[in-house]
């Protein structure tokens, strides 16, 4: 099946810094999905990618679907951001199953 | 905004107990999924519903699993006979067209 490999697995930022997501997968895709899970356990939805650009507030993600990669931008980061952000990608070959990756964990320092 | 719900939110169980987590979709869904998330792991698929039938299972799904669409607005996904590994947080998910959507989680704790 697809594989999906994300990084950094941890990542710790003061308040107020930028930074980077990636999610590399090893397949095409006909639905990639970034996802914030809070801390309570929840997974809230961020984006719904594919391809593309978009922007909501203070992130964006862009997926560059012939490349097999999406980053997640999150600026002028919050405390509020912490937690384990997930990609997770449908395969065009492999039904309409989500593939999640393994995660990148955020601590957002005051 | 539509969106999907789950009860319980946390259901503690003896092994060997029978235990239903239920679900909700957003109403004019056609496509329905399982997926679980033990602690500290990444959330792995279980199962996705079409049509009334299953369309794909992960190898995860095994007899002990079963899921039913019982009326015309409750998911459900059953687990006969309870073991320790099965605690984990499950999640209901669906989709009409691309994007899926999620609900808030069922945390299971098996004793």
């Known amino acids: 099946g697809i594989q999906v490999e994300q990084s950094p697995p941890d990542l710790i930022l003061q308040e107020g810094a930028n930074s980077t997501l990636r999610c590399n997968f090893s397949?095409?895709?006909?639905?990639l999905q970034w996802f914030h899970q809070n801390p309570w356990g929840q997974l809230i939805n961020l984006f719904y990618?594919?391809?593309g650009t978009k922007q909501n507030g203070r992130l964006s993600a862009t997926t560059v679907a012939t490349e097999r990669y999406s980053l997640l931008y999150i600026s002028s980061s919050q405390t509020t951001d912490s937690g384990v952000y997930f990609c997770?990608?449908?395969?065009?070959?492999?039904?309409?199953?989500?593939?999640f990756g393994e995660g990148t964990q955020l601590t957002v320092n005051p | 905004e539509p969106e999907v719900t789950q009860t319980p939110s946390h259901q503690v169980t003896q092994m060997g107990q029978e235990v239903i987590l239920r679900c909700v979709p957003i109403?004019?869904?056609?496509?329905f999924y399982w997926y679980r998330q033990i602690l500290g792991q990444k959330v792995e698929f279980l199962v996705s519903?079409?049509?009334?039938?299953?369309?794909?299972k992960s190898e995860i799904f095994d007899d002990q699993f079963s899921v039913e669409r019982p009326d015309g607005s409750n998911f459900t996904l059953k687990i006969r006979s309870t073991k320790l590994e099965d605690s984990a947080m499950y999640f209901c998910?669906?989709?009409?067209?691309?994007?899926?959507?999620f609900g808030p989680g069922t945390r299971l704790t098996v004793l």
């Open positions: 998910a669906s989709r009409n067209e691309g994007e899926q959507f």
């Open positions: 397949d095409s895709v006909n639905n």
């Open positions: 990618i594919p391809s």
């Open positions: 997770a990608v449908g395969g065009a070959t492999s039904g309409s199953r989500l593939t």
């Open positions: 109403s004019n869904h056609l496509y």
């Open positions: 519903f079409y049509n009334n039938e299953i369309s794909e």
